[in-house]
């Protein structure tokens, strides 16, 4: 931030799928959780906030963040007959 100020946020998400089987069927899923931890991670360029209003502001950015986590998930489901 311009103005030296340290903001801290973090995230938690959650995952949920529904599926429906039908009787005489078996359900057949694999899930993969992909997970990337960086640490002391420049940051140069731009970002742009948009608010929920629907506004949008631009700031230059140039710094340091100690650490950044992604997680992604991929599912993969199938039914198949007993």
């Known amino acids: 931030m311009t103005d030296g100020q340290t903001i801290t946020k973090e995230f938690t998400e959650t995952y949920a799928d529904s599926v429906t089987i039908r009787p005489g069927m078996q359900m057949i899923a694999m899930v993969t959780l992909y997970k990337v931890v960086a640490k002391d991670v ?9 608010y929920a209003g629907g506004g949008m502001q ?25």
């Open 42 to 50: 420049k940051w140069t360029g731009k970002m742009t906030v948009t």
């Open 58 to 82: 631009t700031f230059g950015v140039n710094g340091t963040f100690d650490s950044v986590s992604c997680t992604k998930q991929h599912t993969n489901i199938h039914v198949v007959p007993l």
